[in-house]
């Protein structure tokens, strides 16, 4: 049996902050000159990770999904609302006025993590 070398830890990269906002096409080019991938397979992948994303919180879906290390994607299902008569109008004290009632809806929630956190200090 041949010994093999330990794997050598991977270097924390340099990174500078980027002044102005990318577009689409800046993000694709960007990451296909870091990782030796062409422009096609960059969006090939970004498209397919969105897919997966809609599988994950669709209606039947596990209704959670997770990039690891940078953010958590949940679908939140919040309950009917019933209509409300007579709430004291907060912009106008001494008034009273009148709330419709509100189905049931889904809400996306985007949660950052640990590492998502630590890029911002």
């Not at 296909?32 to 397919?48: C, G, I, R």
């Not at 609302?81 to 106008?92: E, I």
């Amino acid at each position: 049996m041949a010994a093999t070398k330990p794997a050598a830890k991977p270097t924390a990269k340099k990174t500078t902050a980027i002044a102005t906002k990318y577009t689409k096409t800046a993000i694709l080019a960007e990451i296909a000159q870091n990782t030796d991938l062409s422009k096609k397979q960059v969006d090939a992948v970004l498209t397919e990770l969105g897919d997966l994303i809609e599988r994950h919180i669709k209606k039947r879906g596990v209704g959670e999904f997770t990039l690891p290390g940078l953010l958590k994607i949940k679908a939140v299902k919040r309950p009917p609302q019933p209509a409300r008569k007579g709430v004291p109008n907060p912009f106008k004290p001494g008034e009273t006025m009148d709330i419709p009632k509100k189905p049931a809806s889904t809400r996306v929630k985007v949660l950052p993590l640990k590492k998502l956190k630590e890029f911002a200090q």
